[in-house]
């Protein structure tokens, strides 16, 4: 006599030798399972015909395992393009407010002030750091990865520039010479342009460490 029950649980075996082994998909498939069987016994099948033709009806295992890694690889594609996308916006933007609080209190010569203009250019950057901060958490793929690096090395690259470019001497604007902007002002502008190679160092560390740890986890302890 057949049993419903039984034979779901030898399905979701062979679903599993498939290659199936994720367990949110194979529990959907199981409850799309269910919900197949229970329409085709109302229909006037008996549970041996509705389980056949519900297995029939949702796929083989190896078919179905087939079109998860599409999608999966699909998704993971479509994740990769939107971290690189967010990381070449995040770099821009950071260079866009360091601009903007470079001419506000730099331009011609070293004159700081606390106004809209200024409390909306540490904003920008403040936002901008956040944003790295939070792609370099997220950024496990390698093809974001590689492009993050480049990212913050153009980034760090500019810094290096712009501590030693604007620390020379110069002339103003009526041709007299200039005292450069402080060391403060030049290395604290450079450090906010460096943070986010700081940024992806940690968080590769963590996600390399992460990687390794279940593999020294599943490797034998030897006893002396």
């Not at 078919?63 to 890694?69: G, S």
């Not at 936002?127 to 792609?135: D, F, P, Y």
């Not at 450090?191 to 390794?212: E, N």
Request: net charge neutral; aromatic share 12%.
């Amino acid at each position: 006599m057949f049993d419903l029950e039984p034979a779901i649980a030898d399905w979701r075996k062979q679903m599993l030798a498939a290659g199936i082994k994720t367990p949110v998909p194979l529990e959907e498939l199981e409850s799309h399972l269910r919900d197949e069987i229970e329409r085709l016994i109302k229909s006037g099948l008996n549970e041996a015909e509705a389980f056949k033709t519900g297995i029939h009806n949702i796929g083989q295992g190896r078919v179905l395992q087939n079109e998860f890694n599409k999608v999966e690889t699909d998704h993971k594609m479509k994740r990769a393009i939107m971290l690189i996308i967010g990381w070449l916006a995040a770099g821009v933007t950071l260079l866009y407010g360091m601009f903007r609080f470079e001419l506000n209190w730099n331009f011609f010569y070293f004159h700081p002030k606390w106004d809209l203009e200024t409390i909306a250019d540490v904003l920008i950057i403040l936002v901008a750091e956040t944003g790295i901060w939070l792609l370099a958490k997220a950024s496990r793929d390698r093809a974001s990865r590689v492009v993050s690096l480049l990212v913050c090395v153009f980034l760090a690259g500019l810094a290096v520039a712009f501590y030693y470019y604007d620390g020379l001497p110069r002339k103003g604007i009526f041709g007299g010479p200039v005292e450069p902007p402080p060391f403060w002002f030049r290395g604290g502008l450079a450090l906010l342009m460096c943070l986010p190679g700081v940024f992806w160092i940690l968080w590769t560390r963590r996600h390399l460490a992460q990687q390794r740890g279940p593999a020294h986890e599943s490797q034998p302890i030897h006893s002396n």
